[in-house]
């Protein structure tokens, strides 16, 4: 592995700085008054400040956005640049937005949608699934008679090999719904090679990603990657809670679904629409955006977008590095006597900041709270929890501590949660 683009890149220490800024409560718990690092942002990331004073500035109007007052035409605006503002994320140029009040419910409203309408006995998916996306293929395929196929999981790599889906993959492959990147491990699988591949097999084939934990690492890009449904969580990508976001094609668009009989038939809103929402999605491309211009000229948003993404990845690539390696300040979580880095992989580019570590001396629910005592919020994901059980299982693994930091952290951030984890494993 080329250790160069292991190691990513940091930003540079003012522009850190000015990220941390950005972000409410990086460096303590407002409710205990105390300094804490929040490494649990696979389970809701920290929040951008614009993004979520946005939503509360939009949300005190009680204008509905489809009468005729000037302030309620305004919100509609807001909201029609904000869906465009989805589009550049996803790279969509056509296609229907999909939105809910959870990125589980996008999920089961799509996958219900293609396996009770699009032809064809089996569906497949994979053993790293969110309960969101397995569920919902287990329960639909189930109603409408049809069989289930889960890929296998790699123990090595942490995720899903591409020949373990296309060898279920068939002519009466009604839908392949899989993994962006694991919500355990951080792996990401090779998406392009999978549609690639599974395309091969059957040209029209229906697939669904669930790209909520891949959203906040890295680029999503529907004109490389075309698929028919794809999700992500705003709460996960420093925006707020209560809504889901989700995006199908026009083909998919179109299949039955819950809908006003006279909107059209592509129609995927219900309901009074939420400018509050959509305006605190476009303070984070903004955001994206302006990480982007600080690297990039350009007039084009998907251009700084993608700009900005990237640097996010590569800033949380070289942070991933040094929780791995340590440097002269920390050792690294590979070199600390007593740990261990559940499916450690060594080409971080293939990882988003998502890491499962564990303990000799200790399980990983003491660790957890160790950890808190100590000023660290990690999470605990253990097999027997409904969110985990399938996927560790697959990995043989009772249980981990999941330490998800974001790209506002600094390597400072890194150093002192070594020197804790490094005290924790020396607990008697
Ligand atoms: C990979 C993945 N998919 C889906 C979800 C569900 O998101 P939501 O809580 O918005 O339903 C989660 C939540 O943790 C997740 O990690």
């Given at each position: 592995?080329?250790?160069?683009?292991?190691?990513?890149?940091?930003?540079?220490?003012?522009?850190?700085?000015?990220?941390?800024?950005?972000?409410?409560?990086?460096?303590?718990?407002?409710?205990?008054?105390?300094?804490?690092?929040?490494?649990?942002?696979?389970?809701?990331?920290?929040?951008?400040?614009?993004?979520?004073?946005?939503?509360?500035?939009?949300?005190?109007?009680?204008?509905?956005?489809?009468?005729?007052?000037?302030?309620?035409?305004?919100?509609?605006?807001?909201?029609?640049?904000?869906?465009?503002?989805?589009?550049?994320?996803?790279?969509?140029?056509?296609?229907?937005?999909?939105?809910?009040?959870?990125?589980?419910?996008?999920?089961?409203?799509?996958?219900?949608?293609?396996?009770?309408?699009?032809?064809g006995s089996n569906v497949v998916?994979?053993?790293?699934?969110?309960?969101?996306?397995?569920?919902?293929?287990?329960?639909?395929?189930?109603?409408?008679?049809?069989e289930?196929r889960?890929?296998?999981?790699?123990?090595?790599?942490?995720?899903?090999?591409?020949?373990?889906i296309t060898k279920l993959v068939d002519k009466d492959t009604c839908l392949l719904?899989?993994?962006?990147?694991?919500?355990?491990?951080?792996?990401?699988?090779?998406?392009?090679?999978?549609?690639?591949e599974c395309r091969k097999i059957k040209p029209?084939l229906?697939?669904?990603?669930?790209?909520?934990?891949?959203?906040?690492?890295?680029?999503?890009?529907?004109?490389?990657?075309?698929?028919?449904?794809?999700?992500?969580?705003?709460?996960?990508?420093?925006?707020?809670?209560?809504?889901?976001?989700?995006?199908?094609?026009?083909?998919?668009?179109?299949?039955?679904?819950?809908?006003?009989?006279?909107?059209?038939?592509?129609?995927?809103?219900?309901?009074?629409?939420?400018?509050?929402?959509?305006?605190?999605?476009?303070?984070?491309?903004?955001?994206?955006?302006?990480?982007?211009?600080?690297?990039?000229?350009?007039?084009?948003?998907?251009?700084?977008?993608?700009?900005?993404?990237?640097?996010?990845?590569?800033?949380?690539?070289?942070?991933?590095?040094?929780?791995?390696?340590?440097?002269?300040?920390?050792?690294?979580?590979?070199?600390?006597?007593?740990?261990?880095?559940?499916?450690?992989?060594?080409?971080?580019?293939?990882?988003?900041?998502?890491?499962?570590?564990?303990?000799?001396?200790?399980?990983?629910?003491?660790?957890?709270?160790?950890?808190?005592?100590?000023?660290?919020?990690?999470?605990?994901?253990?097999?027997?929890?409904?969110?985990?059980?399938?996927?560790?299982?697959?990995?043989?693994?009772?249980?981990?501590?999941?330490?998800?930091?974001?790209?506002?952290?600094?390597?400072?951030?890194?150093?002192?949660?070594?020197?804790?984890?490094?005290?924790?494993?020396?607990?008697?």
């Open positions: 592995m080329n250790d160069k683009i292991n190691q990513g890149k940091l930003f540079d220490e003012q522009l850190s700085e000015e990220i941390k800024e950005l972000f409410y409560h990086v460096d303590e718990d407002p409710i205990l008054n105390k300094r804490r690092i929040f490494f649990d942002n696979a389970g809701g990331s920290l929040r951008l400040k614009k993004a979520n004073d946005m939503f509360k500035k939009m949300d005190e109007l009680p204008d509905c956005p489809e009468h005729s007052n000037y302030t309620a035409k305004w919100l509609l605006e807001v909201q029609e640049k904000a869906s465009e503002d989805i589009r550049t994320i996803f790279n969509a140029k056509s296609g229907s937005i999909v939105t809910s009040l959870t990125a589980s419910m996008a999920i089961f409203e799509m996958n219900r949608a293609i396996i009770e309408n699009v032809p998916t994979t053993a790293l699934e969110h309960p969101s996306a397995y569920d919902s293929v287990v329960s639909y395929a189930g109603k409408m008679g049809k289930v889960v890929a296998k999981t790699n123990p090595v790599t942490g995720g899903v090999d591409v020949e373990e719904s899989f993994i962006y990147a694991s919500n355990i491990s951080g792996a990401v699988l090779d998406v392009e090679s999978i549609i690639r029209d229906y697939i669904v990603i669930d790209s909520v934990q891949h959203t906040p690492h890295g680029v999503l890009d529907l004109e490389k990657t075309p698929v028919d449904g794809i999700n992500f969580a705003p709460y996960k990508f420093f925006g707020t809670r209560g809504f889901g976001v989700g995006f199908m094609s026009e083909r998919a668009a179109k299949l039955q679904h819950n809908k006003l009989i006279a909107k059209s038939v592509d129609e995927w809103e219900l309901g009074s629409p939420v400018p509050s929402q959509f305006a605190s999605i476009s303070e984070i491309v903004n955001y994206v955006c302006w990480i982007g211009s600080k690297f990039i000229n350009s007039n084009d948003r998907r251009e700084l977008y993608v700009e900005g993404m990237n640097r996010i990845n590569l800033h949380e690539r070289a942070l991933m590095y040094r929780m791995l390696n340590g440097s002269d300040k920390a050792e690294g979580l590979r070199n600390i006597k007593g740990v261990k880095v559940y499916l450690d992989y060594e080409d971080l580019s293939t990882r988003d900041f998502i890491m499962a570590v564990g303990f000799d001396n200790i399980g990983s629910i003491e660790a957890v709270a160790e950890y808190e005592k100590r000023g660290v919020i990690a999470f605990e994901r253990v097999a027997s929890s409904l969110y985990s059980s399938r996927m560790l299982n697959s990995f043989d693994i009772e249980g981990v501590v999941r330490v998800s930091p974001l790209h506002c952290h600094d390597v400072n951030d890194i150093d002192e949660f070594l020197k804790i984890t490094k005290e924790i494993s020396l607990l008697k």
